[in-house]
């Protein structure tokens, strides 16, 4: 069965750097997504993306973060200056065609700001 | 608003038993109830979804249960098994925007002794 893909699975980075955490969406889907998820807290919705553009956002995607997707498979988000208060796990996911279509989750990418 | 609040935090069922996990909401323009699962270290899995439109839906052990006059839905897992211990969040959509994000609950961290 098709699967969403993230990598790394872990990264660690110090406070004030930049991370870039990569997922492939399964291939014949056209919603992108990324959530996070604080350890032992709910998953929280950060950003939607449809051909190739921002489709929506929540208000704790602000100027820190940014997606692309770069070439045809791939899906990122970028995290500017990092925080501590940005470790989480990240959580891509993809639909195939948004409206009420199941969302696939990835495995996630932990993400550890010392 | 925007919120979901789901209950119980902590649940568990003897095996064989029933789990009830309830949520709430208040957003009417919501349309769209999943339920996913997760086990530690992967991303949420899809288990079931409801649309407004019916007051029930059943998918083998598992079903949900819709009251929208009371803004209620809830998950049952009859005959439990230790297989499904895992943590379950409700979420909720409002699909008109078509890549809305999903609005999540703080989850339900379910145990099922053998």
């Known amino acids: 069965e098709p699967e969403v893909t993230q990598t790394p699975s872990h990264q660690v980075t110090q406070m004030g750097q930049e991370v870039i955490l990569r997922c492939v969406p399964i291939?014949?889907?056209?919603?992108f997504y990324w959530y996070r998820q604080i350890l032992g807290q709910k998953v929280e919705f950060l950003v939607s993306f449809y051909n190739n553009e921002i489709s929506e956002k929540s208000e704790i995607f602000d100027d820190q973060f940014s997606v692309e997707r770069p070439d045809g498979s791939n899906f990122t988000l970028k995290i500017r200056s990092t925080k501590l208060e940005d470790s989480a796990m990240y959580f891509c996911?993809?639909?195939?065609?948004?409206?009420?279509?199941?969302?696939?989750f990835g495995n996630g990418t932990r993400l550890t700001v010392t | 608003q925007q919120q979901v609040k789901q209950s119980p935090q902590s649940l568990i069922v003897q095996k064989g038993g029933i789990s009830i996990i309830n949520c709430a909401y208040e957003?009417?323009?919501?349309?769209?109830f999943p339920w996913y699962q997760q086990f530690p270290g992967k991303g949420p899995a899809l288990l079931i979804a409801i649309r407004p439109d019916v007051s029930e839906k059943k998918e083998g052990r598992f079903t949900i249960s819709f009251n929208k006059s009371a803004k209620q839905f809830s998950l049952h897992i009859m005959d439990s098994q230790p297989g499904d211990s895992a943590t379950y969040f409700c979420?909720?959509?409002?699909?008109?925007?078509?890549?809305?994000?999903?609005?999540f609950g703080k989850g339900t961290h379910l145990i099922i002794q053998p």
């Open positions: 979420a909720a959509q409002d699909s008109g925007g078509g890549a809305d994000g999903l609005t």
């Open positions: 957003n009417t323009a919501f349309d769209y």
């Open positions: 996911a993809s639909s195939e065609t948004g409206e009420n279509s199941p969302l696939h």
């Open positions: 291939s014949n889907h056209l919603y």
